[in-house]
């Protein structure tokens, strides 16, 4: 199974490098899987502060409680419906039997 090489962070609805990377290590075998961006707390800072402004808003606050449960709904039919290639990237990252990452996909 193939994995995207470099995994960029997702900041205020964009995805965005960083100065330095930190590299994945497949656990079962020592080889390398991925390389992740490393945030800075600059980064962190404007994570932070996006997260805070979206909450400010009162876009999902203010969400009727049907609108923000179709919402939810929607997220968990998204992994359900790919919980064979979340379950083998994270076969990959923690080394443990596809059976157990299909099973803790299925119960998220």
Known sequence: MQIKPYWQNYINGEFVDAANRLKIENPADGSDLAEIAQASAGDIG??????????????LTDMRPVELGRMVRGIGDWILDHKDRIAEVLTLEAGKPYWESLIEVEGA
């Open 46 to 59: 404007r994570a932070v502060d996006a997260a805070r402004a979206c909450h400010e808003s009162g876009v």
